[in-house]
């Protein structure tokens, strides 16, 4: 018997244009907008559909746009197909997605992870900013290869790895000298390096004191026990007590996206199907290279 787990995008996913058709189609979904844009205050749905690009692509918009759209698409899933919905027993998110995550599993509201999710976004540009710093995806080469690429880079500055996102994807985050050292070794290594265009070391000590903003931000939000398991970032396991939920949330800023040891403890527990849902087909790329028999459907625009 199938067994389906919901999985929710994270930064990086976005691109101008995303979730139009959906809200163009969807009354629930166009609400949805509406609420954020009041809450955020800035007209969400224009900065979605029309861009600019850059003011999208910034850690500041595209965090609450990803988590609002991911959610818009949910939406039109439950109307469309509620069968699968209400199928899903278990659900997780990449880095920003574990908030949409959350929010489908009623761990927490729409409207107080909405705001955490800004404050979180503003947070983490703004420790970005104080230093110069960044991530790169390094392909090709196993873990123990870019641990030690990491720690020949680190005689230039902080660097770790952020994102254990599947075999052969690795990203590693840091001081930017250090970035672009580990990008040289990698090539140089046999593999292939992309630098990525983010605001700065995400998921590393350098991102505080965001974490401490982000605790500030999640001390007044009420936090459920979730309605079915929710994988968490940081350790790759379940969690039901809302204030372990709420440290592992503030942990995942300073610590790795440990996605593809997530992804396998789901499959070790019963998943047997994926649907990704929100912008892009990030999620279900990884999945094929994590394990390439698993399904996993992407639903992103209007059905």
């Given amino acids: 018997m199938s067994k389906m787990a919901f999985l929710f995008p994270g930064q990086g996913a976005q691109s101008v244009g995303m979730c139009r058709s959906i809200v163009e189609k969807f009354g629930s979904a166009r609400k949805l907008f509406d609420s954020a844009s009041v809450i955020l205050g800035y ?22 746009a990803l988590y609002v ?24 998110g990449l880095s920003l997605g574990e908030y949409t995550a959350l929010v489908f599993a009623e761990a927490m509201s729409f409207e ?14 703004e420790s970005a900013d104080r230093q110069p710093s960044g991530m790169a995806s390094l392909l090709m080469l196993d873990r123990e290869k870019v641990q030690e690429i990491c720690n020949e880079a ?78 968490s970032n940081v350790d790759a396991a379940t969690h039901s007590d809302p204030e ?30 994926f649907t990704e849902i929100g912008p892009g087909k990030v999620l279900s790329g990884l999945l094929k290279r994590i394990d390439r028999k698993v399904k996993c459907e992407s639903v992103n625009e209007a059905i």
């Fill in 154 to 231: 680190s005689t230039l500055g902080q660097i770790s790895i952020a994102n254990f996102l599947c075999p052969g994807n690795l990203v590693v985050s840091g001081d930017k000298s250090a970035c672009d050292k580990a990008v040289e070794l990698a090539e140089t290594g046999g593999g292939k390096a992309v630098p990525l265009s983010v605001a700065g070391a995400f998921h590393t000590t350098i991102m505080q004191p965001a974490d401490q903003k982000l605790a500030e931000a999640l001390a007044s939000v009420e936090l459920k026990s979730p309605r079915i398991p929710v994988v």
């Fill in 43 to 64: 007209d969400l749905s224009k900065l979605c559909f029309e861009g600019p690009k850059e003011q999208l692509d910034s850690t500041v918009y595209s965090q609450p």
């Fill in 244 to 273: 372990e939920i709420r440290q592992l949330l503030i942990r995942q800023v300073i610590n790795p996206v440990r996605w593809e040891d997530s992804i396998r403890w789901m499959l070790e527990n019963g998943i047997t199907e």
């Fill in 69 to 92: 759209s991911s959610l818009a698409a949910l939406q039109m899933l439950k109307e469309t197909r509620p069968e699968l919905v209400a199928s899903c027993a278990m659900t997780a």
């Fill in 112 to 125: 107080d992870a909405l705001r955490v999710v800004q404050r979180r976004g503003q947070a983490m540009q």
